[in-house]
């Protein structure tokens, strides 16, 4: 799996969110200029597009050596492959399918690559953060087990994911591999997991919970939240765990599903995770937990143990060789067999940005090594 940390093309690199833009440019898995900022103009296209142009020609400017490709991420639903937006609800300007990929290939003379943010992330993870800490780690201890596959999660505004599997990047015929938000919600089988997993769902289950007077409740954000779970600020101390809990469970059922295809190292990142120390405990219970079949016989829904590597002792159990030799029937040989199965999750090596940029990096050279 190459992870071009000596590489020496350059990606011109954009972290579009509906409140900036923020350019920069990538060369052997680091930043090497410093970054552009720029306020996004959500409502005027042209506005939108020209600041795009200008934000990559800054950063332009500062290289000393050419680019080789653009490659970023934005909001979907898109053509990915072909560079087109769809309609965006964060980005009302965008309607109808506008050609920025296109757009941008035609002014810089480069190649253009355009994904989702929870492919992204999910990939940065695979080839320059969790994946390939864990198998050292698992390497370290003598344990020869390795992991190729990767579910990679994030929790902030709303619920993303992608997969990567041995090395290759899911993105799915209609650029919708992936697409964790839109399973059914546990709790409320109506609704998108997403209406339960992100930003409004924890300050909904907050507010519903709490028997705390709060002058501006509705000003409340999860890390407000977080803190009052911390006790560094006045409020409802239960509720506030709750909330992170109740996440957990639905985002937990999800990963489960997503899981049983997978079958690999879970990572989790975005803003939300902060307070992974309230959301994984009954995330990791979920996925293994039982199911039942007609009669009453339970069943571990997933074939693996699940292990939250953010514990030591699971951590250590988790990285430990099981492994034993096993006779060969009729014959006076032997074979390894390793009875363990095992799932880790496992939060951001990398931060969610920055595992996003090296995405967005990592897609791009290898999509032009493919070429």
């Known amino acids: 799996m190459a992870t071009y940390s000596t590489d020496k093309r350059v990606v011109l690199t954009l972290d579009a969110g509906g409140t900036n833009f923020v350019f920069s440019a990538i060369s052997g898995n680091r930043e090497i200029v410093e970054p ?37 991420a934005f ?29 941008l290939r035609e002014h810089f003379r480069l190649p253009v690559f355009i994904n989702n943010d929870g492919c992204l992330f999910a990939y940065g993870e695979a080839l320059a953060g969790a994946l390939p800490d864990i198998n050292a780690q698992l390497e370290c201890c003598g344990n020869p087990k ?8 994030t929790l902030g505004t709303g619920f993303g994911g992608g997969v990567v599997v041995d090395g290759h990047l899911l993105t799915g015929d209609n650029d919708c591999g992936s697409h964790l938000w839109c399973f059914r919600n546990k709790h409320y089988p109506t609704l998108l997991a997403e209406e339960s997993v992100g930003v409004r769902a924890v300050k909904r289950v907050y507010k519903e919970l709490t028997q705390y007077e709060h ?16 006790g560094e600020m006045p409020g409802d101390r239960d509720a506030a765990i709750a909330s992170f809990r109740e996440l957990g469970t639905i985002a937990g059922d999800v990963i489960a599903q997503a899981s ?17 120390k309230y959301i994984l405990p009954s995330l990791i219970e979920e996925m293994n937990g039982k199911l039942n079949m007609y009669g009453q016989r ?7 143990q699940v292990y939250n590597l953010e514990i030591p002792e699971e951590k250590e159990a988790f990285l430990q ?4 030799e096993i006779a060969i029937p ?12 095992a799932i880790g999750v496992t939060l951001s090596r990398l931060g969610a940005n920055k595992a996003i940029a090296l995405g967005a990096y990592s897609y791009a050279l290898a999509a032009l090594d493919k070429k």
């Open 215 to 230: 002058a501006n409740i509705d000003l409340l954000e999860p890390v407000d939240i977080f803190n009052i779970a911390e």
């Open 330 to 341: 009729f014959s006076d040989k032997s074979v390894v067999y390793n009875p363990q199965r």
């Open 146 to 153: 390795r992991y190729a596959n990767l579910l990679g999660v």
């Open 298 to 304: 339970a069943f571990q829904r997933l074939s693996s």
């Open 75 to 103: 909001p979907g639903p898109a053509d990915y492959k072909n560079g087109i937006i769809g309609d965006l609800p964060n980005f009302p300007a965008f309607c109808g399918g506008i050609a920025l990929g296109p757009m």
């Open 321 to 324: 060789d099981n492994s034993r």
């Open 260 to 276: 049983a295809l997978v079958d690999g190292i879970v990572v989790i990142g975005g803003g939300v995770s902060k307070a992974a």
């Open 36 to 72: 552009k900022c720029y306020k996004a103009d959500p409502h005027h296209l042209d506005n939108c597009l020209s600041m795009i142009l200008q934000g990559f020609e800054a950063v332009n400017r500062q290289l000393s050596r050419s680019a080789t490709a653009i490659s970023f």
